[in-house]
């Protein structure tokens, strides 16, 4: 991919950026929006990917026949409601 920088001019809260800095350890704004915008366009290509698989099942389970989800739910903390 071709690397090259757009320059702009923008206005931003600058509480979350604060706050955004803070959280981060990330020393400047300029690393701090290009750190955003990478993980803004990875999270929503995850998202996409996982739409997709879901569609793709089309009505079917990914587990195996006979996984019981319920038995999971079972904690052995607890007394029996049975």
Do not use: W
């Not at 206005?11 to 690393?31: F, G, H, M, Y």
């Not at 996984?67 to 049975?82: G, I, Q, T």
């Amino acid at each position: 991919m071709l690397n090259t920088t757009l320059r702009t001019n923008i206005v931003l809260d600058d509480n979350i950026v604060q706050e955004a800095l803070k959280l981060s350890n990330i020393k400047t704004k300029r690393a701090l929006i290009d750190v955003a915008l990478r993980e803004f366009v990875k999270n929503h290509k995850k998202k996409t990917t996982l739409e997709e698989l879901l569609n793709s099942l089309d009505g079917e389970s990914p587990f195996f026949e006979g996984y019981d989800y319920k038995a999971l739910r079972v904690n052995p903390h607890l007394p029996d409601a049975s």
